[in-house]
């Protein structure tokens, strides 16, 4: 009997991870509201079902209706617990790419007690950087090495030739998503001294990067990079970073609308004030007269800067009514984002992933080896981000459903029984990280 796999969301990184399993010879049903994606994932093939319902809100019916052997579940990340515990109260198998939450965590005991594989984190970041990490920091250790620094750094973004307007990035993922990520705190370490910047602190502690003939790009502190020294096995190393690129001009705009309070969730009325009132009032200005000087002078930067060009660019100085009664200024900025950070048709889009790690061998030797994902999206069919955070969790289900990955429990990818295979088969996808090692002394 062909073995069924239920995928919760049919989003924007849905189609690739459906279409794998499907090739795989799968029986895929697909739970989404939305019939228009539902057919966009599914692409006709007889063995992918359409399921036009709430995987969120109604997540444990469906399972019911459906009895899969095993739940992808590419839901937005407030819905991980929900659905890891359905699948644990009915005994399947679960796979997901978002970063593992508390609620998540906490099921872990009794996950393994029931004999179910549970992997959480494995897209690109996280995913592919924890098998890249693993594989590498693996190979130190049985050499006899020590690691000094781990900095693992990546980016989403438009290819050059798509980068075609003031802010240098177009959405390829949740509008929402991109927002909470400009208050994240930051907490690394760095040469044995730790650097903790909380709410979005870290867009002023950026620095500039070489990225070969790709260019230069803004690198800034991505959450807490604290944890891996345990989850990675490496308590000696003295400095570890985890961080983002992004291209020059992003870090100056974030801070500028963190002063503003641009991604405020407190909820308030718009009816009747435009965009250009909204901003003047973040400003604490009850008239939008002047707004360019008074805005200007708020910031301390100049009328001419370029953040204020963005600002422009974006819509934030039209006369045009806000088209929501109520709301937050995290939705005013969210839905201007969707509108205007998009990407044309046949457009490519370009992930970077950059490992870099320093470690001490007993022979006297500190070594770099370094490990690079440069991929791009295909004009007309899936973005880089699509593929490389759909295919993972697809890949990962494959192994679990034919035994490759079969020890019981909460898991995420940086053990050799999960990130080996993986990798293998990443790289008959076409995602393949160039590995390089050179002696410093």
């Known amino acids: 009997m062909t073995q069924k796999i239920l995928v919760f969301g049919a989003g924007r990184v849905a189609r690739p991870c459906v279409q794998y399993l499907l090739r795989k010879g799968y029986e895929v049903f697909v739970a989404d509201l939305s019939r228009e994606r539902l057919e966009y994932v599914i692409q006709g093939n007889p063995r992918g079902h359409a399921i036009e319902d709430n995987a969120a809100a109604r997540g444990g019916e469906i399972l019911r209706q459906i009895s899969p052997e095993l739940v992808v579940n590419l839901l937005p990340p407030e819905f991980m617990a929900s659905i890891a515990r359905e699948c644990l109260l009915q005994g399947v198998h679960s796979v997901d790419p978002a970063y593992l939450d508390a609620n998540t965590a906490s099921l872990k005991k009794d996950i393994k007690e029931k004999g179910l594989i549970f992997l959480s984190e494995l897209g690109l970041d996280p995913g592919i950087d924890h098998m890249s990490a693993a594989r590498t920091i693996d190979h130190i250790h049985k050499d006899g090495g020590k690691v000094r620094s781990f900095r693992s750094i ?104 963190n002063a503003l309070s641009l991604f405020d969730e407190s909820r308030t009325s718009f009816q009747g004030i435009s965009y250009r009132d909204f901003l003047a009032s973040r400003a604490g200005k009850s008239s939008s007269e002047g707004l360019e000087e008074n805005l200007a002078s708020y910031l301390g930067i100049p009328e001419w800067a370029a953040v204020l060009q963005r600002f422009q660019w974006l819509g934030l100085f039209d006369d045009t009514p806000i088209p929501f009664d109520e709301g937050s200024p995290r939705d005013v900025i969210a839905g201007l984002f969707d509108k205007k950070l998009v990407y044309r048709k046949n457009e490519r889009d370009l992930v970077i992933l950059k490992d870099e790690i320093t470690a001490a061998y ?21 973005s880089s981000i699509a593929r490389t955070t759909g295919i993972p969790p697809a890949i990962g289900a494959d192994l679990i459903l034919q035994g490759t990955i079969a020890s019981p429990g909460l898991h995420i990818p940086t053990t050799r029984e999960i990130y080996e295979p993986l990798l293998q088969e990443l790289a008959r996808e076409n995602i393949r990280l160039k590995e390089e090692e050179n002696i410093l002394s």
């Not at 080896?369 to 991929?375: G, I, P, R």
Request: hydrophobic share 30%; aromatic share 12%; proline share 7%.
């Open 362 to 382: 007993p022979d006297g030797s500190l070594r770099r080896h370094e490990s690079l994902l440069v991929d791009y999206g295909i004009p007309g069919g899936d």
């Open 154 to 257: 990546c980016g989403a973004l438009p290819s050059a030739e798509a980068n075609t307007n003031p802010w240098g990035y177009k959405l390829s993922w949740a509008p929402a998503s991109l927002i909470g990520a400009s208050r994240r705190t930051a907490h690394i370490k760095k040469e044995g001294q730790e650097h903790l910047w909380p709410e979005g602190e870290t867009y002023r502690h950026y620095h500039l990067e070489e990225m070969g003939d790709l260019g230069a790009f803004e690198v800034y502190a991505n959450a807490n990079s604290l944890p891996y020294l345990d989850l990675y096995g490496i308590p000696e190393a003295e400095t570890i970073y985890r961080g983002t690129l992004r291209y020059p001009g992003w870090c100056e705009t974030i801070c500028a609308m």
